[in-house]
């Protein structure tokens, strides 16, 4: 069996925002808090999670649009940034084969530039042409792949659907030939109607270009459509990884179940006998997190162990991770 390709390797990541409360004192919002996790090349690995758990800012701290606060990222077996080691590569070339979609397009959007010019100017700074007229040409060829056309390009954002200008980010995105997308919440500003295009449209460039995604979202029914594996995240950690179907049939983490609890069901018959999972309490505030395993001042089996240790991100299934302390003593 050919071995997978890793294209993008976190380990340890921190993301760590400084709020200044008075005159001298500082404290820090944890946003990302030690994440590790691998993407392998030409796959989709979904991220999920209540609001405020840390998504966005991973997948940004990840392709370095938020420089790291600790921890390592590796892009194809090239170190790009070592905390440890005080290794901060250069961006611009990574650039080109990293690169973002963002949740809300019409505040992605220059409202002063016209589609043309939105899309060219990446074209522009990475100098990707020879002459206006190859230039042009390239516009027109990524307008037509997500499905406007040429005449767009003279037009401004505000003249476009939601659906429209996130096809516009998607272009805009595709325009330097990334081999790496993030997808940060591309649909969820979207009417349901729209969020199927856009997702099947995601699905047909990728199998047609071999791109790979991070797709970020809360809908954990289109995360599992589009993703082969998915990944939870609770207050800036990863608590569970596992393949889309062994995740969605067997989650083991409480957090996942309760997430998994809440997904609806087609049949009301499965739906009343299925049993509901409801947390209760507050998320904690990540600038000054629970001592522990976050999860346990919501969790229904948490113990004195809980409240103390940090539990360890194992592998309870062939490739299919958690962390969790009851898991260690009773099994997945």
Not at 305 to 321: A, D, L, N, S, V
């Amino acid at each position: 069996m050919e071995e997978r390709k890793k294209l993008l390797q976190i380990r340890d990541l921190k993301k760590h925002f400084a709020i200044k409360r008075g005159f001298r004192n500082k404290t820090f919002v944890k946003a990302v808090d030690g994440v590790s996790l691998d993407i392998y090349k030409g796959e989709t690995l979904g991220l999920v999670g209540e609001s405020g758990c840390g998504k966005t800012t991973l997948g940004r701290t990840a392709i370095r649009l938020y420089e790291p606060t600790g921890g390592q990222i590796i892009y194809d077996d090239k170190t790009i940034y070592d905390g440890e080691k005080k290794i901060k590569e250069p961006m611009l070339p990574y650039r080109r084969k990293m690169q973002i979609i963002f949740q809300d397009p019409s505040a992605s959007l220059d409202p002063r530039m016209t589609v043309g010019e939105i899309v060219g100017e990446a074209l522009d700074i990475h100098k990707l042409y020879q002459g206006k007229n190859e230039r042009m040409g390239r516009i027109k060829s990524l307008l037509d792949a997500v499905g406007l056309n040429t005449e767009h390009s003279n037009r401004f954002p505000h003249e476009f659907s939601g659906g429209q200008q996130q096809r516009i980010g998607i272009a805009r995105a595709l325009a330097v030939e990334p081999e790496f997308i993030v997808c940060d919440e591309p649909i969820s500003a979207l009417d349901v109607s729209i969020q199927s295009q856009v997702v099947n449209m995601l699905e047909d460039l990728q199998a047609e270009l071999g791109l790979t995604y991070l797709f970020i979202a809360h809908d954990i029914s289109v995360v599992r459509h589009i993703s082969n594996r998915i990944g939870v995240m609770y207050l800036g950690n990863l608590v569970e990884l596992a393949k889309s179907t062994e995740l969605y049939k067997n989650p083991i983490h409480p957090y996942t179940k309760t997430l998994m609890s809440a997904v609806p069901i087609p049949d009301p018959e499965k739906t009343r006998a299925r049993e509901r999972l409801i947390l209760e309490g507050d998320i904690p505030s990540p600038m000054n997190p629970p001592k522990g395993c976050k999860f346990h001042t919501r969790c229904p089996y948490a113990t004195a162990r809980c409240k103390e240790e940090i539990p360890q991100f194992k592998e309870y299934g062939k490739e299919h991770f958690a962390a969790c302390h009851m898991l260690e003593t009773y099994g997945a």
